[in-house]
């Protein structure tokens, strides 16, 4: 058998995590066992379903690398498809025609409250002449759910699970309006599309019998179910924005690489082994249904980042740099083609300490300041006036080494600190800081190596005659 899975979402907001999830699930699954993935937009919804929606699930599948097969289904356009299938059910006697009015169903909801019942349709046209139809009432057509015995439906991720068929009713398969339901469309659309496993969230088990029947109803045996748990937060309770419960396009925002996002969801709820990093390519080797566990997974943003971290070190240095560019040039940094090249150059250092692509732009911002470089409150405190003296005097000895590079400039530092009788901490404290604006950065003598020069030179003299308005404030 080929397989054939779908992610199908539904267009009224944006891709979630937990969408995006089951998305790499199907896509990894397919790639595993060398089937299809696709796509199916299930937009029958008309009054919540928008094309912003539509186009921020295209745009957050095609980030993540998880664009379909084949182009995408878009379910309202089955609407006839879906209508035919109805027909043939109700030629059979597996469907019927339910003319009960707003007021009756209200009724029998309130029967079944007093009565302290599970609130279900009752089944009152059932077997109902039509003949008997009240005028003026559009019907809608219900599905002959089996009255007993059991639904059993074999779970690859929840094992064995079994419905009654007493607590299943019959639902309504055409609105009045003559409009198909979720329930049927979905089960129409999987049949005509060939689909062999449904991998889903478990939200959907309860629907799974009732799909099942349906199934069966149009002549067809279900494809293999595998209901996924849901992600909750790290406190275990429901995901929700305080969690991480964000749109795809929120994680490219705050700095996340889409090969990091799929390490990361893989892990959610599937596990091989202790492996934490897994590449892409060993995902796919490795992905199969008996890997996903049972239990609720816990989103942990301090694990994200960890996993990002390692694919920004994977990266490669010219690809950083494109990729913090529009970051830069957003904050209002001129990024020409020698800017360009220092923060290449710089990507060795700056990368080993960022944790996402916010960290590494804002981190890279000193290397293509313009002058004169702002100071954090930290840096502008220990230029001091006597450590602005002590940077003059140190600045016609970094000029006169060469080559100008790292080995050559920490001896040339720590000499003349040695001979102004200071600890070399007392003089690499102010320089950093009149190198980066901060007093934290990658290796010093890196960072003078990079900035080359006459760049160094210019900041130290900035430094020296207290430019800087940071530092005319401090004064």
């Known amino acids: 058998m080929s397989v054939i899975v779908r992610f199908a979402p539904s267009p009224t ?30 937009d029958t919804d008309r009054q919540r379903s928008t094309e912003p929606a539509i186009a921020a699930i295209l745009d957050g599948l095609g980030w993540l690398g998880l664009e379909s097969d084949e182009p995408p289904v878009y379910q309202f356009s089955r609407i006839e498809q879906h209508k035919a299938a109805v027909q043939r059910l109700l030629e059979q006697g597996l469907a019927y025609r339910c003319w009960c009015t707003p007021e009756e169903l209200e009724a029998m909801r309130e029967r079944a409250r007093a009565e302290k019942r599970p609130i279900r349709y009752d089944g009152t046209w059932r077997e109902r002449d039509p003949r008997e139809a009240p005028a003026g009432v559009d019907p809608v057509v219900r599905f002959k759910a089996p009255l007993d015995g059991e639904t059993v439906v074999e779970d690859r991720v929840q094992g064995t699970v079994r419905f009654a068929n007493t607590q299943l009713d019959d639902m309504i398969l055409l609105r009045a309006d003559g409009t198909p339901t979720y329930m049927l469309s979905v089960v ?23 799909h099942a029947n349906l199934f069966r109803a149009l002549g067809h045996e279900p494809p293999v179910f595998a209901h996924i748990p849901l992600i909750h937060g790290p406190d275990g309770a429901k995901l929700s924005k ?47 249904l008996d890997g ?13 980042d960890s996993v990002n971290a390692h694919y920004l070190k994977e990266r490669a240095d010219n690809e950083l740099v494109t990729l913090v560019a529009p970051r830069l040039e957003a904050a209002g940094h001129r990024l ?50 006597a450590a602005r003296a002590e940077l003059a005097r140190l600045a016609p000895v970094l000029a006169a080494v060469e080559p100008f590079a790292e080995a050559g400039l920490e001896a040339a530092a720590r000499a003349h600190a040695e001979r102004q009788g200071l600890g070399f901490g007392k003089l690499a404290q102010p320089l950093r800081a009149a190198l980066t604006g901060r007093t934290v950065s990658p290796g010093l003598f890196e960072v003078m190596a990079i900035l080359g020069r006459e760049e160094v030179l210019l900041r130290l003299e900035d430094a020296a005659t207290g430019r800087n308005p940071a530092m005319q404030q401090s004064d």
């Open 13 to 42: 907001g944006y891709l979630h995590i937990g969408g995006a999830r089951t998305a790499l699930f199907n896509w990894l699954f397919a790639r595993h066992h060398g089937g299809r993935y696709l796509l199916r937009i299930e």
């Open 188 to 210: 129409v659309d999987d049949i005509e599309m060939g689909i062999t496993h449904i991998i889903r969230g478990d939200d959907h088990l309860n629907n799974a019998a009732r």
């Open 242 to 288: 305080r969690h991480g419960a964000l749109g795809v396009d929120a994680y490219r925002e705050l700095g996340y690489l889409p090969e990091a996002m799929r390490n990361y969801l893989l892990r959610l709820g599937w596990a091989h082994g202790d492996e934490e990093i897994i590449s892409t390519q060993q995902a796919i080797a490795w992905f199969d």
């Open 292 to 304: 996903i566990g049972r239990s609720p997974a816990r989103f942990d943003f301090a694990k994200l």
């Open 336 to 385: 020409g083609e020698p800017e360009r090249r220092r923060l290449e150059q710089a990507m060795p250092g700056l990368k080993q300490r960022a944790r996402t692509l916010v960290d590494l732009a804002s981190s890279a911002a000193f290397y293509i300041q313009a002058r004169p470089l702002p100071l954090d409150a930290k840096a502008a405190k220990l230029l001091d006036p």
